[in-house]
């Protein structure tokens, strides 16, 4: 399989108010590999990878939400999914 995302930044925080432990991943997509990839099959087979690697760890009642934004034009707003159980 090949990489089709880098890791930024990984942080943890431990939240004492819910007794929860955070786990906030920070990544880039990369472009397609060749000029003539078809850039949508390459952004949802990225995502599914990086679903899969977010989600390795983590057991079915764990709560997982994702953010989606654009990094070079702020103004864009970020989309996204809210917390919802893994399973």
């Known amino acids: 399989m090949s990489k089709r995302f880098v890791v930024n930044v990984g942080i ?7 007794n929860a432990t ?12 060749f ?8 952004f ?3 995502i599914s990878e990086l679903f899969e690697y977010a ?4 057991s079915e009642s764990d709560m997982v939400g994702v ?3 654009n990094e070079v034009n702020e103004q864009d707003k ?3 999914i809210s917390f919802r159980r893994n399973d």
Not at 12 to 18: G, H, V
Not at 35 to 42: M, R
Not at 55 to 58: A, E, G, I, K
């Open 67 to 69: 953010t989606i934004s």
């Open 35 to 42: 000029p003539d990839s078809d850039p949508i099959t390459h």
């Open 55 to 58: 989600l390795r760890d983590c």
């Open 22 to 33: 955070g786990t906030q991943l920070s990544v880039r997509l990369l472009p397609p590999p």
């Open 44 to 46: 949802l087979d990225g």
């Open 12 to 18: 943890t925080r431990r939240y004492s108010r819910f």
């Open 78 to 80: 970020p989309i996204g």
